[in-house]
T-cell receptor, first 117, second 111 residues
Framework: AQKITQTQPGMFVQEKEAVTLDCTYD???????LFWYKQPSSGEMIFLIY????DEQNATEGRYSLNFQKARKSANLVISASQLGDSAMYFC????WGGGSNYKLTFGKGTLLTVNP | KAGVTQTPRYLIKTRGQQVTLSCSPI?????VSWYQQTPGQGLQFLFE???????NKGNFPGRFSGRQFSNSRSEMNVSTLELGDSALYLC??????????FGPGTRLTVT
């Protein structure tokens, strides 16, 4: 079973509008972290936001916020006031702190976001 | 603080050759991880080092190896290159837990 599922291969949004990128995850660990990364066409992975499984409040970083619903095992990224420079591939990832896999990030397949002027 | 640096940025090799990629983490970061990214397989974990010890290894053949030095810099080596090894190789560093910060990657082409 996939640990990270991103169901939207591509998304389009108008400049200045908000957009939500979906991510669901699967883990039996109680302690884990969820991450979102942005990868422009240049290839570099840019760390956007982090949510720990025990964090009670949703993480926010500037225009980025993470809508964390633990019971549903979802960690959607919300980008407010989209800008043309937000056009990129976005990856959701998880790091589990227990067991033998606690030192690696497991990535979803990504969502390609296109911001239209 | 300087970010994660990777050298070289681009490489072209022929089948059967070997290659060494280098990664310098963010100052103070002791954990370095390596990932392979291809259009078909996406992002796959190769291995992770912390204080010169390999803590975890992904599902890659033994041709893929790595090491970490006392200054936390890391290298990965791929021997007997195959066409399928063509990929973007990304290095990431972190304190331990928390966010992993990625370098710009090394784009390897095997012909």
């Amino acid at each position: 079973a996939q640990k990270i599922t991103q169901t939207q291969p591509g998304m389009f949004v108008q400049e200045k509008e908000a957009v939500t990128l979906d991510c669901t995850y699967d883990t039996s660990d109680q302690s884990y972290g969820l991450f979102w990364y942005k990868q422009p066409s240049s290839g570099e992975m840019i760390f956007l936001i982090y949510q720990g499984s025990y964090d009670e409040q949703n993480a926010t970083e500037g225009r980025y916020s993470l809508n964390f619903q633990k019971a549903r095992k979802s960690a959607n990224l919300v980008i407010s006031a989209s800008q043309l420079g937000d056009s990129a591939m976005y990856f959701c990832a998880m790091r589990e702190w227990g067991g033998g896999s606690n030192y690696k990030l497991t990535f979803g397949k990504g969502t390609l976001l296109t911001v239209n002027p | 603080k300087a970010g994660v640096t990777q050298t070289p940025r681009y490489l072209i090799k022929t089948r059967g050759q070997q290659v060494t990629l280098s990664c310098s983490p963010i100052s103070g970061h002791r954990s370095v991880s390596w990932y392979q990214q291809t259009p078909g397989q996406g992002l796959q974990f190769l291995f992770e080092y912390f204080s010169e010890t390999q803590r975890n290894k992904g599902n890659f053949p033994g041709r893929f190896s790595g090491r970490q030095f006392s200054n936390s810099r890391s290298e990965m080596n791929v021997s007997t290159l195959e066409l399928g090894d063509s990929a973007l190789y990304l290095c990431a560093s972190s304190l331990d837990r928390g966010g992993q910060y990625f370098g710009p990657g090394t784009r390897l082409t095997v012909t």
